[in-house]
């Protein structure tokens, strides 16, 4: 059975880092392009980063560029996100999917498989 499952959320002053994690299982997930998006209250879910299956190709939100990094290992079925400097906007339920296309710009991701989400409060 397909799974993916985002750990690493939290409570973080503003400034502050965290690492998020998307473990993959049921499937290889090196064959798919995964991306992060993001939900805040009373707003639409938008996309935050992709990578594609290979890793070479990258994108950011611009609302988040230059303070996070996506990555994956292949070897552990697992994409991480570090999100360094973090800022009270960056507040939301972030989640991880499978892509049902390739990784492109953020405006234009969709998710495919879902994982159920990780909380990301930024407060001081």
């Known amino acids: 059975?397909?799974?993916?499952?985002?750990?690493?959320?939290?409570?973080?002053?503003?400034g502050g880092s965290l690492r998020l994690s998307?473990?993959?299982s049921g499937f290889i997930s090196d064959y798919y392009a995964i991306g992060w998006f993001r939900q805040a209250p009373g707003k639409e879910r938008e996309g935050v980063s992709c990578i594609s299956a290979g890793g070479y190709t990258i994108n950011y939100a611009d609302s988040v560029k230059g303070r996070?990094?996506?990555?994956?290992?292949?070897a552990k079925n697992t994409v991480?996100?570090?999100m360094n400097s973090l800022k009270p906007e960056d507040t939301a339920v972030y989640y991880?999917?499978?892509?049902s296309l390739s990784c492109r710009r953020?405006?234009?991701l969709a998710g495919k498989y879902w994982g159920q989400g990780t909380q990301v409060t930024v407060s001081s």
Do not use: H, K, W, Y
């Not at 996070?68 to 292949?74: E, Q, Y």
């Open 1 to 14: 059975q397909l799974q993916l499952v985002e750990s690493g959320g939290g409570l973080v002053q503003p």
């Open 80 to 82: 991480f996100l570090q």
């Open 68 to 74: 996070f990094t996506i990555s994956r290992d292949n």
């Open 22 to 24: 998307c473990a993959a």
């Open 106 to 108: 953020t405006g234009d």
């Open 96 to 99: 991880c999917a499978v892509l």
